[in-house]
T-cell receptor, first 113, second 110 residues
């Protein structure tokens, strides 16, 4: 049973436009959410996170929105750049699980010049 | 990936051979993890270690063993490799909320 779901396996956007990557979760115990970026032949790298007590966190071109009532979060990248082309993983954790991360399956983003 | 190193980067094994994947960290974190990544399957947890001397099974532990002999190192052993273990293996360490990953080991079992 997938507790963290990324329902879009892939996404293609034009350079300069907004990229929106979505993530849904089922476990109401999750209190921290993270986004990771992964390039081919490299390990995942932490991108941005949000606590469940917030509904928005922004870091430069990257913003994460959390809608707890809908159990939904999204990552916005504005403006998108070709170097953003990568696989993006959504992950969640809670203290009762020793902060182990529960992962989505990833969304492959292609930003076209 | 600074702070987490993995060796080797690539390995080809024949079915039935054994090998150990090494992971080391220089960030003095307690928890360490081994994942495998397969196309369309995301990151699946094999084993983890919450502290030196302790290990626990993750989602897909069958066919693997681990060893956490000290705080710095966490190794993953395949005793008798199978083609189903062809994958990319990542080691990670736990910060307060985030995990930090090594560069990975690409393993092919023929």
């Amino acid at each position: 049973d997938q507790q963290v779901k990324q329902n879009s396996p892939s996404l293609s956007v034009q350079e300069g436009r907004i990229s929106i990557l979505n993530c849904d979760y089922t476990n109401s115990m999750f209190d921290y959410f993270l986004w990771y970026k992964k390039y081919p032949a490299e390990g995942p790298t932490f991108l941005i996170s949000i606590s469940s007590i917030k509904d928005k966190n922004e870091d430069g071109r990257f913003t994460v929105f959390l809608n707890k009532s809908a159990k939904h979060l999204s990552l916005h990248i504005v403006p998108s750049q070709p170097g953003d082309s990568a696989v993006y993983f959504c992950a969640a954790s809670f203290s009762g699980n020793n902060r182990k991360l529960i992962w989505g399956l990833g969304t492959s983003l292609a930003v076209n010049p | 990936n600074a702070g987490v190193t993995q060796t080797p980067k690539f390995q080809v094994l024949k079915t039935g051979q054994s090998m150990t994947l090494q992971c080391a960290q220089d960030m003095n974190h307690n928890s360490m993890y081994w994942y495998r990544q397969d196309p369309g399957m995301g990151l699946r947890l094999i084993y983890y270690s919450a502290s030196e001397g302790t290990t626990d099974k993750g989602e897909v532990p069958n066919g693997y063993n681990v060893s956490r002999l000290n705080k710095r190192e966490f190794s993953l052993r395949l005793e008798s490799a199978a083609p189903s273990q062809t994958s990319v293996y990542f080691c990670a360490i736990q910060g307060f909320y985030e995990q930090y990953f090594g560069p990975g080991t690409r393993l092919t079992v023929t």
